[in-house]
């Protein structure tokens, strides 16, 4: 009974964690926008097994050495925030480029990245986000019994895997639907400056946080 308890513990402060607009969620509907389903999955499954790491962290005890070592957790906010402010520069520079060039949306949308190259950028930008961390040390912190099984830690680390992962392909299927990307074909220049924005301000929050 205590088993089921803890599990429904995790996944209901999870799926409020999930949910809750950030670097992950504005990359994943990024991503579905500007290119397609297919791809933005690539970006759902390196953001969860990113939180899978995580959860492993904070399953085996590792995730208590920023509790006894705040500097590592300094040393993560500083790398973490530079890495989202690059993908917030580099979209801004990205977008005035194209504009530049008078390039048409429909155009840049033929040349796709590279499957492993979306998911490497959605597991580092999840990995260094301080975010997820401080949703994983609170949660294991206020959740978890003393005297965790084995079996326990990895229900736990498949529950949140699969809340992250369902979370994040629903968001790759809803922004790669034809008439959410028919809108953002509409006000893609604007978009794609507000979303270079927004992760250049979440980088410099970050930081200086």
């Known amino acids: 009974m205590e088993y089921l308890l803890v599990l429904f513990h995790v996944a209901l402060i999870w799926m409020l964690a999930v949910?809750?607009?950030?670097?992950?969620?504005?990359?994943?509907i990024n991503t579905a926008l500007n290119y397609n389903r297919k791809i933005a999955t690539f970006s759902a499954f390196g953001v969860s097994c990113a939180t899978l790491l995580w959860?492993?962290?904070?399953?085996?005890?590792?995730?208590?050495?920023?509790?006894?070592?705040?500097?590592?957790?300094?040393?993560?906010?500083?790398?973490?925030?530079?890495?989202?402010?690059?993908?917030?520069?580099?979209?801004?520079?990205?977008?005035?480029?194209?504009?530049?060039?008078?390039?048409?949306?429909?155009?840049?949308?033929v040349l796709l990245p590279s499957k492993r190259k979306v998911f490497i950028s959605a597991f580092v930008t999840s990995i260094l986000n301080p975010k997820t961390g401080f949703f994983v040390v609170s949660l294991f912190s206020?959740?978890?019994?003393?005297?965790?099984?084995?079996?326990?830690?990895?229900?736990?680390?498949?529950?949140?895997?699969?809340?992250?992962?369902?979370?994040?392909?629903?968001?790759?299927?809803?922004?790669?639907?034809?008439?959410?990307k028919s809108l953002y074909a509409r006000i893609s220049g604007i978009m794609n400056y507000i979303?270079?924005?927004l992760f250049t301000i979440l980088g410099i929050k970050v930081i200086a946080s």
């Open 19 to 28: 949910a809750t607009p950030g670097a992950n969620v504005l990359l994943t």
């Open 55 to 109: 959860s492993f962290f904070g399953g085996s005890g590792l995730v208590i050495l920023f509790s006894h070592f705040p500097q590592l957790f300094g040393l993560m906010k500083i790398i973490g925030g530079s890495y989202l402010l690059y993908l917030g520069i580099r979209q801004i520079y990205l977008t005035r480029k194209i504009k530049k060039l008078g390039e048409l949306t429909d155009n840049t949308q």
């Open 142 to 180: 206020v959740s978890m019994p003393e005297n965790m099984s084995v079996t326990m830690i990895l229900a736990i680390m498949l529950t949140m895997f699969s809340i992250t992962l369902i979370w994040h392909l629903f968001l790759a299927t809803v922004f790669s639907h034809q008439s959410a």
């Open 195 to 197: 979303t270079g924005g």
